[in-house]
């Protein structure tokens, strides 16, 4: 095949496609990618991500002269393995896989076994009987299921009627509610379309020296820098990704095929080096021959995503920078988090509702700046309150652990412990603050209990923290306790405003407060508001002592907060009180609503944290968060009319939910930035002051826990 400027849409991957990822997608990447390297591949042509496009521009019909150009693909596989494309002796079968620009794993369908025919299978049997008719069995089961639908539909045995019907079934699967639903989640283009890569066929059900795998570069559970992997005897590839089999560990191969096994081996490291990342590669092995079928960027463990890229930058693959470009707060968050080993002797001193897992000792503090003080100076202390709103964010971050009187699974306390990592108990009833202040106790997120005295846990490795101090160095900050400031460097950088808005001294004060500390960039980021100007009035603010300012950020002083009630009760003079309740019933109709999605998008059935692999759960949540925005934003339109104040939390909402639907799904409910939830729980505290309430009052009546 020859490629023009015209016709660039069916190209073979000897090794030399031109190509983008983009163009072919990630599977036929991989393949050209593979070749290139000299490692062994099946042969293989892509139909680009371009004639996708064209085909649903034609009405989902595939034109004529991109059919001839597929048929002399074929023509090429042919040529290079010596069979005929399913017929003859020596029959020619492939598989149709689908092949986005980005990873998509299991959202879009695969073919393989095309070509098959009674006539096929006859040739096939000449050697072995049972493997044959394997064969045909897979094809037609799944070739009905895919392409046409129905379990008992008749099977066409013309290989080109099979090969020209799968290729529009995997150009169909683009649009599939689960793709589209994926594509929605994670923030992919709808329009960029799947590539379809048509590959000769091998076959690890043949014999008894044939079977297929998956193999990890490194461990991915561990980081260990030791190939790990499991290996199917006598089967297809859909049998071990599937999960409907349970395969053996790659030793066995060792052991069966050791030539196979050490000649995969190298071939990994050869794709390791290239990639410069850990890397999952599918293969099969028939009659004793290995083939790499694919090979990209493997899914890891926290632990393993710590691991893999100190040891990866130790090793000269990678650079420092790249190594912390590797890992996220989320990742820190979950190697950090202890749990706890066994029970202790004795009773709970207060019991509550678990709300995030783990295990943590320290002294009990009520105040949220005591915490944060004392945090800060490497002590390990608990936070205890009646319950915990915005205001108490650098408390809980100071805390190795938070406990509440009030509030349950979907409490302000529960859904920021969450994010932040930390053990969390809540509703343990009135009278806890009292009765644990000042003692030393370990909270049990996981069963609900607050123990007398400090028990030891399951520690976090002495490696892992190892790990994380050279992380730490890189990112040119200290590395202790909670791990707060390796945190703050690894959390996304605020969202630059959109547009200028005036700040007011009012705002920036109001802003500081709610977050705690905070630096002006972030003031300017969450105002849409000059940095200049915010820092103008930042300055004035610690002048006349509403604030101090640290190499940490901005903090109100006690003066500043009884400041900041004289300029709200000046503000709420000026609002329609009656408008004003009316808004604020309404808004707490929605805000039941968003905490049960928070929690949602924090934990399964309830009680288990969301790993986030499962993108259809995933995709569900995010779409009742973006149907909850569309019917709030009328509402805060209406707010912003009776308090000008308060009209820039649209702007702030739609920011977060824009970078949610571009993929970043920290925007969800990371604490420290302007998150949804962040930013919703900002406006509700707002709302509490300017309708002359009280977050106790609020939070005793069951609408600000």
Not at 125 to 141: I, L, V
Not at 325 to 352: C, I
Not at 468 to 476: C, D, F, Q
Not at 633 to 642: D, E, N, Q
């Amino acid at each position: 095949m020859t490629m023009t400027e015209a016709q660039v849409d069916v190209v073979e991957l000897d090794g030399s496609c031109p190509l983008s990822r983009d163009q072919i997608g990630g599977k036929a990447w991989s393949i050209n990618r593979m070749r290139a390297l000299g490692l062994p591949v099946p042969p293989a042509f892509v139909i680009t991500t371009g004639a996708c496009v064209e085909f649903y521009a034609r009405g989902q019909v595939i034109a004529d002269d991109l059919w001839q150009r597929v048929r002399q693909g074929i023509g090429v596989l042919e040529r290079e393995l010596g069979g005929t494309f399913g017929s003859g002796m020596d029959p020619l079968l492939v598989s149709v896989r689908s092949g986005a620009p980005v990873s998509m794993p299991g959202m879009m369908d695969t073919i393989l076994n095309l070509g098959m025919s009674p006539d096929v299978e006859r040739a096939l049997a000449t050697g072995d009987p049972a493997y044959a008719a394997d064969t045909r069995r897979r094809f037609e089961k799944q070739y009905r299921a895919i392409v046409l639908g129905d379990p008992g539909a008749d099977v066409p045995y013309d290989p080109w009627q099979q090969l020209r019907a799968a290729i529009a079934a995997v150009f169909t699967s683009w649009r599939s509610a689960r793709a589209t639903t994926y594509r929605r989640s994670r923030g992919v283009d709808d329009t960029l379309g799947t590539a379809v890569t048509v590959q000769a066929m091998v076959f690890g059900n043949r014999d008894a020296r044939s079977g297929t795998g998956v193999l990890f570069s490194r461990n991915p559970n561990t980081g260990e820098s030791r190939a790990w992997g499991e290996w199917l005897a006598g089967g297809q590839g859909e049998d071990v990704v599937s999960g409907r089999t349970t395969p053996a560990r790659l030793d066995e191969l060792a052991t069966v095929l050791p030539d196979v096994h050490r000649r995969l081996l190298d071939a990994t490291t050869v794709l390791e080096h290239d990639g410069r990342d850990v890397q999952d590669v599918e293969f099969t092995v028939e009659s004793g021959r290995l083939w790499l079928l694919q090979s990209r960027a493997a899914k890891r463990s926290a632990r393993a995503a710590l691991r893999a890229a100190v040891a990866m930058a130790d090793e000269g693959l990678i650079s420092e920078q790249d190594a912390l470009g590797r890992l996220s707060a989320e990742q820190v968050r979950t190697v950090l988090r202890p749990s706890f080993d066994g029970v202790p002797d004795g009773e709970p001193v207060v019991r509550g509702e678990p709300a995030c897992p783990g295990s943590a000792s320290g002294i009990v503090v009520t105040d949220p700046d005591e915490a944060d003080r004392r945090g800060n100076a490497g002590e390990d202390v608990v936070l205890v309150r009646p319950t915990t709103s915005p205001d108490d964010l650098h408390g809980m971050i100071g805390a190795r652990a938070v406990v509440t009187e009030l509030g349950g699974a979907t409490s302000h306390a529960a859904v920021v412990s969450r994010e932040l990592g930390r053990p969390c108990v809540v509703a343990c009833g009135a009278g806890t603050v009292a009765a644990l202040a000042g003692r030393e106790v370990t909270v049990d997120g996981t069963s609900g209990a607050v123990w007398p005295g400090r028990f030891t846990g399951t520690a976090v490795d002495e490696a892992v923290l190892a790990d994380l101090r050279r992380i730490a160095e890189w990112a040119g900050v200290a590395f202790r306790g909670t791990g707060s400031e390796l945190l703050a460097a690894l959390e996304p950088a605020p969202a630059a405003p959109s547009g200028q808005h005036a700040a007011s001294e009012l705002a920036v004060l109001r802003l500081i407060v709610i977050k705690g500390r905070t630096t002006v960039d972030v003031i300017a980021a969450s105002l849409g508001a000059d940095v200049a100007e915010v820092r103008a009035h930042a300055e004035a603010l610690v002048a006349a002592e509403h604030c101090v300012e640290a190499a940490t950020g901005l903090r109100a002083t006690p003066h500043g907060r009884q400041h900041l009630t004289t300029l709200l009760e000046r503000e709420r003079v000026h609002v329609d009180a009656d408008a004003l309740a009316a808004a604020y019933e309404e808004f707490c109709e929605h805000n039941a609503e968003l905490k049960d999605v928070i929690t949602t998008w924090q934990l399964k059935d309830g009680a288990t944290p969301n790993d986030h692999e499962d993108a259809a759960y995933d995709a569900q949540v995010l779409a009742r968060l973006e149907e909850l925005h569309q019917r709030v934003a009328p509402l805060l339109k209406r707010i912003g009319g009776l308090a000008p104040r308060l009209a820039r939390y649209l702007d702030r909402l739609d920011l977060a939910l824009n970078k949610i639907n571009d993929g970043d799904h920290a925007w969800v409910a990371r604490p420290i930035m302007d998150s949804y939830h962040t930013v919703w729980f900002e406006l509700h505290e707002d709302l509490i002051a300017l309708s002359g309430l009280t977050r106790a009052d609020e939070a005793a009546a069951g609408r600000a826990q």
